[in-house]
């Protein structure tokens, strides 16, 4: 093996000096590409700040560092460091930076780092903001939450690197005494923490490529057993937030392949009590989800388009005469008894979050689900209708909980508890039904194809943060009013010498060898001749359900400035056009992204914007599987082709469980067990 190994650095070594030596004449041109990107990067950007209670926070880039310092001002102007990569002791010069988390009274920072070994193996640094000397760290983490101001739950990886442990670490105690939480054995899951925006419950999401399970965890009571929300059934994927009482879900339960949004009491979480707040829509995919007091925000795909609706919820104020306390609401609801025993995971693998719960064989309905994301329910809410005028829908006129009358005997706390529980429910549906709640499609400039969410870290805030491009235009910070439906721009950025206006962004379609017509953005100089004379870049790709960036990269302008056109092929495998499009690109599916990707090519060719031996082909990860297969295709129609570290030794690593990741990715590239898969691999 080390004869192997020696061997192969040797011939590395050889195809690098080759290459050199091929490419030295273009060394002068390569510098001055080089000055020109930096000149147009701006390395000191323009802050932007986002309120987070008695702070704002932002990051403040300088020419001096790659790594942006992270500080926050309070409501008197002062300023003050929450972290600053450049002062770190790693004992390396690399510094990689994972999670930064603060705790709820913003008096803590924590976050992960990379030892600085290249094993990409991360360790969690607690520490006072304002006093970075005095930190405490926990080794081998690879995620992070806050529960409350004084613990922190976090994962931690198992041989292979999958995360698979979750632990709380309380403020002050050494590591070894920390308590297992849960811990997920079937190794094609991983675990992922997040916390719920109101921050009353950590999520414990145990995810596999197309289903999930979901634990909740109290952060006021972590030390309490974490309580499931559906358990896990092939195919189901489900994610979930917190609302007064309710969980809100984002899933594809019942046949809603493009997810849906749906509600359920926290103490009915399971499957059958999930009740729809907004239907799965015809060519609208349903990619995320925030909640806030008084708004659910769902960030969608209509079609080739990005676009952001907001949907009104209750408030508590509007029904606190008739909710317990949210402290007793989470007592009650929650099985709080601690476990002195590790919770263990079994079952079927699932995408992303399930709790467990008894669910009726016939629970999916005519159809059994595909992947997608579960939303909280609410017996409160009412499900909106399915309508094309977004801005103006309609609701079901859908009765509330059962009307029998209330007993004359005396009854126990917990009845009296689900009483009122019931006529909150009828109260805020009366609030839904009335109009006061309704999904708004926020309108966007005409330009933009790329939308990016912003921190949006305060709970009770009416703005949410929005930032917006396209490939010829950088990017331009909103905030959006939820209250009174104002898009307000706070600050755009530049590149210098770059006008958008003369540059052409649109978005083209392709005939696949099945008739399947493939979108592909298209960008280019105004008033390019299709002469077939131009070079041209073709960008992919098309897995896991991710969609191709399609936002402002300014090296691009020194390619688009010298005549090229730039295409970015988003085939089938990807995530642009829902979950139907990412499962027809995905295992035995998984030579439509390759003959998508040829079609992208050919359509190119046909309409004249460039000829055979003009194109070049990037992909990155699994896009440079997609690259290399072409390359070999048709080699006599590229010209070059950049794959940064590509997916191209498919069959060894699909062929070998012990290898980390492997099992894992069995959801998308197929497990060659199967025979099919092994024909397709």
């Given at each position: 093996?080390?004869?192997?190994h020696?061997?192969l650095l040797?011939?590395?070594?050889?195809?690098?000096?080759?290459?050199?030596?091929?490419?030295?004449?273009?060394?002068?041109?390569?510098?001055?590409?080089?000055?020109?990107?930096?000149c147009?990067?701006?390395?000191?950007?323009?802050?932007?700040?986002?309120?987070?209670?008695?702070f704002?926070?932002?990051?403040e880039?300088?020419?001096?560092?790659?790594?942006?310092?992270?500080?926050?001002?309070d409501?008197?102007?002062?300023?003050?460091?929450?972290?600053?990569?450049?002062?770190?002791?790693?004992?390396?010069e690399?510094?990689?930076?994972?999670?930064?988390?603060i705790?709820?009274?913003?008096?803590?920072?924590?976050?992960?780092?990379d030892?600085?070994?290249?094993?990409?193996?991360?360790?969690?640094?607690?520490?006072?903001?304002?006093?970075?000397?005095?930190?405490?760290?926990?080794?081998?983490v690879?995620?992070?939450?806050?529960?409350?101001?004084?613990?922190?739950?976090?994962s931690?990886?198992?041989?292979?690197?999958?995360?698979?442990?979750?632990?709380?670490?309380?403020?002050g105690?050494?590591?070894a005494?920390?308590q297992?939480?849960?811990?997920?054995?079937?190794?094609?899951?991983?675990?992922?923490?997040?916390?719920?925006?109101d921050?009353?419950?950590i999520?414990?999401?145990?995810?596999?490529?197309?289903?999930?399970?979901?634990?909740?965890?109290?952060?006021?009571n972590?030390?309490?057993?974490?309580?499931?929300?559906?358990?896990?059934m092939?195919?189901?994927?489900?994610?979930?937030?917190?609302?007064?009482?309710?969980?809100?879900?984002?899933?594809?339960?019942?046949?809603?392949?493009?997810?849906?949004?749906?509600?359920?009491?926290?103490?009915?979480?399971?499957?059958?009590?999930?009740?729809?707040?907004?239907?799965?829509?015809?060519?609208?995919?349903?990619?995320?989800?925030?909640?806030?007091?008084?708004?659910?925000?769902?960030?969608?795909?209509?079609?080739?388009?990005?676009?952001?609706?907001?949907?009104?919820?209750?408030?508590?104020?509007?029904?606190?005469?008739?909710?317990?306390?949210?402290?007793?609401?989470?007592?009650?609801?929650?099985?709080?008894?601690?476990q002195?025993c590790?919770?263990?995971?079994?079952?079927?693998?699932?995408?992303?979050?399930?709790?467990?719960?008894?669910?009726?064989?016939d629970a999916?309905?005519?159809?059994?689900?595909?992947?997608?994301?579960?939303?909280?329910?609410?017996?409160?809410?009412?499900?909106?209708?399915?309508?094309?005028?977004?801005?103006?829908?309609?609701?079901?006129?859908?009765?509330g909980?059962?009307?029998?009358?209330?007993?004359?005997?005396?009854?126990?706390?917990?009845?009296?508890?689900?009483?009122?529980?019931?006529?909150?429910?009828?109260?805020?549906?009366?609030?839904?039904?009335?109009?006061?709640?309704?999904?708004?499609t926020?309108?966007?400039?005409?330009?933009?194809?790329?939308?990016?969410?912003?921190?949006?870290?305060?709970?009770?805030?009416?703005?949410?943060?929005?930032?917006m491009?396209?490939?010829?235009?950088?990017?331009?910070v909103?905030?959006?009013?939820?209250d009174?439906?104002?898009?307000?721009e706070?600050?755009?950025?530049?590149?210098?010498?770059?006008?958008?206006?003369d540059?052409v962004?649109?978005?083209?379609y392709a005939?696949?060898?099945?008739?399947?017509?493939?979108?592909?953005?298209?960008?280019?100089?105004?008033?390019?001749k299709?002469?077939?004379?131009?070079?041209?870049?073709?960008?992919?790709?098309?897995?896991?359900?991710?969609?191709?960036?399609?936002?402002f990269?300014?090296?691009?302008?020194?390619?688009?400035?010298?005549?090229?056109?730039l295409?970015?092929a988003?085939?089938?495998g990807?995530?642009?056009?829902?979950?139907?499009w990412?499962?027809?690109?995905?295992?035995t599916?998984?030579?439509n992204?390759?003959?998508?990707?040829?079609?992208c090519?050919?359509?190119?060719?046909?309409?004249?914007?460039?000829?055979?031996?003009?194109?070049a082909?990037?992909g990155?990860?699994?896009?440079?599987?997609?690259?290399?297969?072409?390359?070999?295709?048709?080699?006599?129609?590229?010209?070059?082709?950049?794959?940064?570290?590509?997916f191209?030794?498919?069959?060894?690593?699909?062929?070998?469980?012990?290898?980390?990741l492997?099992?894992?990715?069995?959801?998308?590239?197929?497990?060659?067990?199967?025979?099919?898969?092994?024909?397709?691999?």
């Open positions: 093996m080390e004869t192997s020696e061997a040797q011939h590395l070594g050889v195809e690098q000096h080759y290459a050199e030596e091929h490419l030295k004449s273009l060394q002068p041109t390569a510098a001055l590409l080089r000055r020109q990107i930096q147009r990067v701006q390395a000191e950007e323009a802050a932007t700040p986002e309120k987070w209670g008695a704002s926070y932002h990051a880039h300088s020419n001096a560092s790659t790594l942006p310092t992270y500080v926050r001002t409501v008197h102007g002062h300023r003050q460091v929450v972290l600053d990569p450049k002062n770190m002791q790693t004992g390396s690399l510094v990689s930076i994972g999670q930064i988390k705790c709820r009274d913003q008096s803590m920072v924590a976050y992960t780092v030892i600085g070994d290249g094993s990409e193996v991360y360790n969690a640094v607690i520490s006072i903001i304002g006093q970075p000397g005095k930190a405490h760290q926990l080794s081998d690879v995620s992070i939450e806050w529960a409350g101001n004084d613990a922190l739950v976090y931690q990886p198992d041989a292979l690197g999958r995360p698979y442990k979750v632990m709380l670490h309380r403020l105690q050494r590591q005494a920390d297992c939480v849960l811990q997920e054995d079937n190794p094609e899951c991983f675990l992922e923490l997040a916390t719920t925006s921050g009353a419950y999520t414990i999401n145990s995810n596999a490529k197309t289903a999930s399970e979901v634990h909740l965890l109290s952060t006021s972590p030390s309490s057993a974490p309580q499931l929300v559906q358990r896990r092939p195919g189901l994927e489900y994610f979930v937030s917190h609302h007064e009482g309710h969980l809100i879900i984002l899933t594809n339960a019942r046949g809603a392949v493009n997810y849906q949004l749906m509600t359920t009491p926290l103490h009915e979480p399971s499957l059958p009590n999930w009740r729809t707040l907004v239907p799965e829509r015809e060519r609208i995919a349903l990619r995320d989800m925030e909640v806030f007091a008084r708004h659910a925000v769902l960030y969608e795909n209509h079609g080739m388009q990005p676009a952001v609706s907001v949907l009104s919820l209750p408030c508590q104020a509007e029904t606190a005469s008739l909710m317990p306390p949210p402290h007793k609401q989470a007592a009650s609801m929650l099985h709080a008894s601690p002195a590790v919770n263990n995971v079994n079952g079927s693998c699932a995408h992303k979050q399930v709790m467990h719960g008894e669910v009726q064989s999916w309905g005519e159809h059994p689900p595909q992947p997608g994301v579960v939303a909280q329910q609410r017996a409160d809410l009412q499900p909106l209708e399915q309508s094309h005028n977004y801005s103006k829908p309609g609701l079901h006129q859908r009765g909980l059962d009307n029998t009358q209330q007993s004359t005997q005396p009854c126990s706390q917990q009845e009296r508890q689900q009483q009122q529980q019931q006529r909150s429910s009828q109260d805020t549906q009366q609030l839904m039904q009335s109009g006061r709640a309704h999904l708004q926020i309108p966007m400039p005409p330009w933009v194809i790329s939308i990016e969410a912003g921190a949006n870290l305060d709970y009770h805030s009416s703005t949410i943060r929005l930032k491009a396209s490939p010829v235009r950088p990017q331009h909103f905030d959006y009013h939820l009174t439906g104002q898009l307000q706070l600050a755009v950025e530049h590149a210098e010498g770059h006008d958008p206006e540059y962004c649109h978005v083209q005939s696949s060898h099945d008739g399947t017509q493939v979108p592909m953005t298209v960008v280019h100089k105004s008033g390019l299709l002469d077939g004379s131009h070079p041209t870049l073709v960008s992919v790709y098309g897995a896991y359900g991710e969609c191709l960036d399609t936002g990269e300014a090296e691009r302008l020194s390619l688009l400035e010298r005549g090229w056109v295409a970015l988003h085939v089938r990807g995530g642009e056009l829902g979950r139907r990412h499962a027809a690109g995905r295992s599916c998984k030579m992204s390759v003959l998508d990707l040829e079609a090519l050919d359509h190119l060719l046909h309409k004249g914007y460039t000829r055979r031996g003009r194109v082909l990037q990155t990860s699994a896009g440079g599987l997609l690259v290399a297969t072409l390359l070999n295709r048709r080699p006599q129609d590229l010209l070059a082709a950049i794959l940064r570290v590509p191209v030794d498919m069959f060894t690593c699909m062929t070998r469980p012990e290898l980390p492997t099992v894992h990715e069995y959801g998308e590239w197929g497990n060659p067990a199967d025979p099919k898969v092994l024909q397709q691999v």
